[in-house]
């Protein structure tokens, strides 16, 4: 079911973007033709996508590539990035239910399927047992893998939104690199809205990778703050349940102890040799 419903998402996903991109190009066209509005310059093309659109090159195919992935781990990441999803409340009180009731075999099989943060942080504790001080850090370790790893998938938003400058700078110094190569071939009597184009057309893949690099890094920092607050909750909430956990490992021994019907027995008693009087002087 979850990987129909994920595998259904990247669909609708890919689909808007296809649409989108469809929309832009089909305006550009619209626009760089000057659709019968402004026959004197039919030339002139005023939105900065239509010249982009009529010089596509690997730089663009890159960039919206990029654009494509960031905006899937965008939602991705906002749809999973909820308390809900990482430490659902069935699941945490299921738990508590189990510990109280003593089942601690159910206990282990539960959290060996269920998905949540908790019961992943919980079950290799568990295995541990019966020493506290090895189930503590088998959940310490647990509960750092995980952080790790929910940071390891938007930390891709990070390298899409520094790689967005880097390759609109590649389309720019490589739309000037061109530019600049017609202005000698011609032997320096290159026209100048030749010229001008080359360099629009140059500028425009700075703008594509802005547009690329803002929302990306916007949105990593927003998840990273998400993703620390549900980590550290859900840390705290494993942390509970494994001293829910505890008393249970003292309880055998107390129980052997103070068995019922018989009666505790009392401490012996040291018996003190008596103190000698001083002797008394002689007047």
Not at 212 to 224: K, M, N, S, T, W
């Amino acid at each position: 079911m979850r990987r129909f419903s994920f595998s259904k998402l990247r669909f609708v996903l890919l689909a808007g973007v296809l649409a989108m991109a469809v929309f832009l190009t089909q305006s550009a066209f619209a626009q760089g033709t000057g659709g019968g509005a402004d026959t004197r310059r039919p030339e002139v093309k005023t939105n900065p996508f239509a010249i982009v659109v009529h010089n596509i090159d690997f730089v663009f195919v890159i960039i919206c590539l990029c654009s494509i992935i960031g905006v899937t781990l965008i939602i991705q990441g906002f749809i999973k990035a909820r308390a809900s999803v990482m430490m659902p409340e069935e699941s945490t009180n299921h738990m508590r239910e189990l510990i109280s009731q003593r089942q601690f075999k159910e206990l282990i099989e539960y959290t060996e399927t269920d998905p949540s943060f908790v019961s992943k942080a919980l079950n290799p504790a568990l295995k541990r047992a019966p020493s506290f001080a090895a189930m503590k850090e088998a959940m310490e370790t647990a509960v750092g893998e995980q952080t790790a790893d929910q940071f390891r998938r938007i930390e891709y938003l990070n390298i899409i939104g520094n790689l967005g400058p880097l390759l609109g700078l590649l389309g720019t110094v490589l739309g000037m690199i061109n530019a600049f190569q017609a202005m000698s071939e011609s032997g320096g009597n290159a026209d100048p809205k030749v010229l001008s184009g080359g360099i629009s057309q140059a500028l425009t893949h700075t703008m594509l990778g802005l547009l690329l690099a803002l929302p990306c890094l916007a949105a990593f920092g927003v998840l990273r703050t998400m993703v620390d607050r549900l980590t550290v909750q859900g840390a705290l909430i494993a942390e509970e349940l494994l001293l829910m956990v505890k008393p249970a490992e003292a309880k055998p021994a107390a129980a052997a102890a103070t068995r019922p019907g018989v009666a505790p027995q009392p401490a012996p008693q040291v018996r003190k040799a008596p103190v000698p009087a001083p002797p008394v002087p002689n007047v």
